[in-house]
């Protein structure tokens, strides 16, 4: 009888498994579709307000001229957002193509292509040994960009700013940090960061959509890793992030010792 039970009660847990991954492949292709056909009228929106600019501005008086200018800003601004929700959608079908990749040398290159981009900046980076991993390489290289693109936007206003990477193991895991001396935030409002289109900021005081750290969650979930964010008002931040060492595993997570703040995104 115990057995029979049992064997019911896994049957009915895979029968939900299976109805969840239906259930979030349907709301991956939903947001996909939604992206994508809105990315067209909007590109068709940013392109006649240009034509507008060009062809009529000594037409138009000062407000006009506002208004359309506007119009082109906020429709390119939703094209920016609607890419976000496209490479959203791709990192969750995205077919992987697994090897091995060092990720000391990842984090360099990265950093210094980002940086031919601000070349006037002022900038300590620090670079402690980090593991070589087993991943797809398109998803953990946008990972490591979004990560070293938050740190170098959020201590822009440092002098000078101050971004460490380095590596710890726990169990089964390695747990790979990026530090910084910038702007940090409030961890009251730490639950919010892994959400969709969630900033904590203005866009006059740092640009971006709040997409960025839902796509290193989903990248890492692709994984079975995990990111969390530490920090506190005016004295940085700390992207931390979870990656097994060996992917044929489910990763222990109950041998972890992770902040209350880890984010449920699923």
Same mark, same amino acid.
């Given at each position: 009888m115990y057995f029979e039970k049992t064997r019911a009660d /896994?049957? *009915?847990?895979e029968e939900h498994f299976e109805s969840l991954q239906q259930v979030n492949r349907e709301l991956n292709n939903f947001c996909h579709s939604v992206a994508h056909d809105l990315k067209g009228p909007l590109l068709s929106i940013n392109q006649l307000a240009g034509f507008l600019i060009r062809d009529y501005a000594d037409k138009l008086d000062s407000n006009g001229n506002k208004l359309t200018r506007y119009i082109q800003n906020k429709s390119a601004e939703l094209i920016k957002? *609607?890419?976000?929700?496209? $490479? /959203?959608a791709r990192m969750s079908q995205k077919?992987?193509?697994?090897? %091995?990749?060092?990720? $000391? +040398?990842?984090?360099r290159e990265v950093y210094e292509e980002l940086m031919r981009l601000q070349p006037e900046r002022q900038v300590e980076f620090k670079l402690k040994q980090l593991p070589a991993i087993h991943g797809d390489l398109v998803m953990i290289k946008l990972l490591v960009r979004n990560i070293l693109s938050n740190a170098l936007k959020f201590t822009r206003?440092? $002098? +000078? %700013?101050i971004i460490e990477a380095a590596m710890e193991e726990a169990g089964n895991n390695y747990i790979i940090s990026v530090k910084d001396n910038g702007a940090g935030f409030d961890m009251k409002d730490s639950a919010r960061l892994f959400g969709i289109f969630e900033r904590l900021h203005t866009n006059e005081e740092f640009?971006?959509?709040?997409?960025?750290?839902?796509?290193?969650?989903k990248i890492l979930q692709r994984h079975h890793g995990k990111a969390w964010l530490t920090g506190q008002v005016d004295k940085g931040a700390t992207f931390s992030f979870s990656f097994p060492k060996d992917l044929s595993t489910q +990763? %222990?997570? &109950? &041998?972890? =010792? =992770?902040?209350? *703040? =880890?984010?449920? =995104?699923?």
């Amino acid at each position: 009888m115990y057995f029979e039970k049992t064997r019911a009660d /896994l049957i *009915t847990k895979e029968e939900h498994f299976e109805s969840l991954q239906q259930v979030n492949r349907e709301l991956n292709n939903f947001c996909h579709s939604v992206a994508h056909d809105l990315k067209g009228p909007l590109l068709s929106i940013n392109q006649l307000a240009g034509f507008l600019i060009r062809d009529y501005a000594d037409k138009l008086d000062s407000n006009g001229n506002k208004l359309t200018r506007y119009i082109q800003n906020k429709s390119a601004e939703l094209i920016k957002i *609607t890419d976000y929700l496209l $490479e /959203l959608a791709r990192m969750s079908q995205k077919q992987m193509q697994m090897e %091995a990749i060092q990720l $000391e +040398p990842l984090f360099r290159e990265v950093y210094e292509e980002l940086m031919r981009l601000q070349p006037e900046r002022q900038v300590e980076f620090k670079l402690k040994q980090l593991p070589a991993i087993h991943g797809d390489l398109v998803m953990i290289k946008l990972l490591v960009r979004n990560i070293l693109s938050n740190a170098l936007k959020f201590t822009r206003d440092r $002098e +000078p %700013a101050i971004i460490e990477a380095a590596m710890e193991e726990a169990g089964n895991n390695y747990i790979i940090s990026v530090k910084d001396n910038g702007a940090g935030f409030d961890m009251k409002d730490s639950a919010r960061l892994f959400g969709i289109f969630e900033r904590l900021h203005t866009n006059e005081e740092f640009e971006g959509h709040g997409v960025g750290l839902a796509i290193c969650q989903k990248i890492l979930q692709r994984h079975h890793g995990k990111a969390w964010l530490t920090g506190q008002v005016d004295k940085g931040a700390t992207f931390s992030f979870s990656f097994p060492k060996d992917l044929s595993t489910q +990763p %222990a997570w &109950s &041998s972890l =010792v =992770v902040p209350d *703040t =880890v984010s449920s =995104v699923s």
